[in-house]
């Protein structure tokens, strides 16, 4: 039975692990943290508190469905779904919070009020996002992005131009809508997620079909409860699961991948699926005529943000809080503007907070409330406890004055996370939260390659590879990687079979 090894314990890394196990593999993940997850691991506290640390937005339910559907199972089968209604706020200034809602009924109403004749618009808006994420989720994403002759699809060829992979997402939003406010709706998650809205292709439009029309949901437990699903999963295919596992080389010979050196072990493989930072695991773990690009290549990527994020906890309720909250009371292209054209600690940020305690009283003491604060920001910038507790106060200013009390007071755990935390724990490339932004040249085959161009029994998945960023794509990630590795074994038995 051949033996593979997986680094990282990430979404990707346990995806990787489960398809490569039910394959009939022996399986080892290692993982540098004392828990899997990775980005998406838990923050517990002594007090009672559990935070998210990273994930927190559950879209694309059909991709975790299929996921769990590949070996026999339903969602249901590991963790419960509550769909949230309003989907989330958003803050434009002083009483100007706009309930996004579930319905869609109720979601063209709203548009309407905002903009007369948007509905109408908004329909068709959809209609093409639709068509869009059906037809990349079918023909594009789970691609491993190898060569263009994956992509020799007739239905794909025909779409090609209705994709709009060569057109501006901000141009085409704006084609739609001109009210700032339905605009910013729009293009919220490419801030989060990717690059300045004119540099993202129209493609992606298929997130706002995601996002408001498959509908926003919160898993009980938080994204923490997916993790422990996903590992209860690959143990019951024989997964095993080595913690505080740090691995410090990728030992090579004849062309190929042996064995990892972990916390001075040696373990042997016959594969390697390297969830780990892509940046990390070439230029830390494998000698430089083993790697797939230089760090010149590294520094011209454009990459998705880096976070300040804070983890409060509150000794009161806070009814006027919603469970997601985006504060886009400032300028929405000047913040972009700090993150991808001049990278800098923004001016005036727009930030995002998560009660999920609104939604899941098990995740805080009795009567309390936790909420993390989220301010994208540039990867790579200068990281101290004086800046973050500079913006914690900005943030926390506009918190304050959106729920009409002052909440500092009745703070009762407090921890930021920032740009030297990503690093440390992940080995995160400039301390990047996302992954690579979703730019045209940054798309399909043109990212980072999921195989190792000399190694051929080393494969890459992750945020840094392809399909992109986000919980759903690393999933997604993970299968392709899988698919990689078996498609490599097999021709290797088969010709060893020969000899």
């Not at 039910?22 to 004392?34: A, D, L, M, R």
């Amino acid at each position: 039975m051949s033996v593979i090894s997986v680094i990282g314990s990430g979404f990707s890394g346990l995806s990787a692990a489960t398809y490569l196990a039910s394959h009939g593999y022996e399986v080892h993940v290692f993982e540098k943290n004392s828990m899997p997850g990775g980005r998406a691991r838990q923050l517990k506290t002594a007090s009672g508190y559990t935070f998210d640390m990273g994930p927190s937005w559950y879209w694309m339910p059909d991709v975790f469905e299929k996921f769990f559907g590949d070996f026999g199972h339903q969602v249901s089968d590991f963790y419960t779904l509550n769909r949230l209604d309003p989907a989330f706020d958003v803050v434009f200034g002083k009483n100007e919070t706009t309930h996004v809602p579930d319905r869609y009924t109720d979601l063209r109403e709203l548009f309407e009020t905002i903009e007369p004749g948007s509905a109408t618009r908004l329909d068709q808006f959809m209609e093409e996002a639709e068509y869009k994420y059906k037809t990349g989720m079918d023909s594009l994403v789970y691609k491993p992005g190898i060569s263009l002759t994956e992509f020799a699809d007739i239905e794909l060829m025909k779409g090609v131009f209705r994709l709009q992979v060569f057109s501006s997402f901000a141009k085409h939003v704006r084609s739609y809508f001109s009210n700032p406010k339905l605009i910013a709706l729009m293009e919220f998650p490419i801030l989060f997620l990717g690059a300045m809205p004119e540099n993202t292709p129209a493609l992606y439009s298929l997130m706002n079909y995601a996002g408001l029309k498959l509908g926003t949901y919160y898993p009980e437990g938080g994204f923490g409860a997916v993790v422990q699903a996903m590992v209860n999963l690959a143990k019951m295919k024989g997964v095993k699961f080595h913690f505080d596992a740090n691995v410090e080389k990728i030992e090579t010979k004849n062309n190929e991948a042996t064995a990892l050196l972990v916390n001075g072990e040696n373990f042997h493989c016959d594969a390697i699926v390297a969830a780990a930072d892509y940046h990390h695991v070439e230029t830390k773990l494998l000698p430089a005529k083993y790697r797939n690009y230089t760090e010149e290549y590294w520094s011209k990527k454009t990459f998705a943000p880096s976070s300040l994020i804070y983890y409060l906890g509150f000794n009161k309720k806070i009814p006027s809080l919603q469970h997601h909250t985006l504060f886009f009371d400032e300028d929405f292209t000047q913040h972009s503007k700090e993150i991808y054209t001049d990278p800098q600690w923004p001016t005036k940020p727009l930030f995002y907070a998560c009660c999920a305690s609104r939604s899941d009283d098990t995740i805080v003491p009795k009567g309390h409330e936790s909420i993390f604060l989220l301010m994208p920001i540039a990867p790579g910038l200068k990281d101290s406890e004086e800046l973050r507790e500079k913006y914690f106060q900005v943030m926390m200013k506009r918190l304050n004055k959106q729920c009409g009390e002052d909440l500092t007071t009745f703070i009762e755990y407090k921890k930021s996370y920032c740009v030297n935390d990503f690093i440390d724990d992940y080995n995160s490339y400039k301390g990047n939260a996302y992954g690579l932004a979703n730019t045209l040249m940054q798309t399909a085959i043109l990212k980072p390659k999921i195989r190792n161009k000399h190694l051929q029994n080393l494969f890459y998945t992750g945020q840094l590879t392809v399909p992109g960023p986000g919980v759903p794509p690393s999933l997604i990630s993970g299968k392709i990687a899988a698919e990689q590795v078996i498609l490599q074994l097999s021709k290797k038995e088969k010709h060893e079979s020969i000899f």
